[in-house]
């Protein structure tokens, strides 16, 4: 399985960008890299995906790597409402079947 | 538009017995994935399902299981629980592709005793 390494927490001030890094070495040239993000005592919520191309959405916007090894979630100016687990996850094919594979997570916090 | 619903929100079992779960998609959504998440392992993807139909799965054990409706309704059933199958699960459902943008219910905590 390709696998995502993410640092396991962050800190940054309200109204600051915040870049969240993501290590997936061995993804394959089909993979898919996902991010979402978990509140407290909620389901992940979707924040944005890509394969090559860097993606902007109105939430976040996402970095790829020219050799796609890494990716960097872009938040342009935190919130205290950005505060949560942030997952890097691959979207992983193989033998016709897909699955996605969580990295372990970011936990972000904000200062207010 | 109402979200993912999953029932039940809270269950305690004692190891031996089995349990169903249950998620109702977003109206419209034909995909329902589901996954596990224990702070020992994190979030796993357990298997999804589209059109009444297991499209992709996981590296989960067969006691785990799943079916879909033709309403789109889905249920995941556990057999024979170990503790370890203490989680919480949650069930995730999009449009018709498998991993589009994925829309999360809240999850069922199961509690093994």
């Known amino acids: 399985d390709a696998k995502t390494t993410q640092p396991n927490s962050m800190e940054s001030n309200e109204e600051e960008p915040v870049h969240l890094p993501c290590n997936h070495s061995t993804i394959s040239g089909t993979d898919y890299i996902h991010w979402y993000r978990q509140l407290p005592s909620q389901g992940p919520e979707y924040v944005i995906h890509?394969?090559?191309s860097n993606v902007n959405n109105r939430m976040a916007s996402l970095a790829i790597a020219e050799d796609r090894k890494s990716s960097t979630l872009i938040l342009h100016r935190a919130t205290l409402r950005d505060a949560a687990v942030y997952y890097c996850?691959?979207?992983?094919?193989?033998?016709?079947?897909?699955?996605?594979?969580f990295g372990k997570g970011t936990k972000l916090t904000v200062n207010p | 538009k109402a979200g993912v619903t999953q029932t039940p929100r809270y269950l305690i079992k004692t190891r031996g017995q089995q349990v169903t779960l249950s998620c109702s998609p977003i109206?419209?959504?034909?995909?329902v994935s589901w996954y596990q998440q224990t702070p020992g392992q994190g979030l796993q993807f357990l298997f999804e399902?589209?059109?009444?139909?297991?499209?992709n799965k996981g590296n989960f054990p067969g006691r785990f299981s799943g079916r879909q409706f033709s309403n789109s309704r889905s249920e995941m059933n556990v057999s024979t629980l170990e503790l370890g199958d203490s989680a919480l699960y949650l069930c995730?459902?999009?449009?018709?592709?498998?991993?589009?943008?994925?829309?999360f219910g809240e999850g069922s905590r199961l509690t093994v005793l």
């Open positions: 399902y589209f059109s009444e139909t297991q499209r």
């Open positions: 109206s419209g959504h034909r995909s």
């Open positions: 996850i691959l979207r992983d094919r193989e033998g016709g079947s897909e699955k996605l594979v």
């Open positions: 890509g394969l090559t």
């Open positions: 995730a459902s999009s449009l018709a592709q498998a991993f589009g943008e994925l829309f």
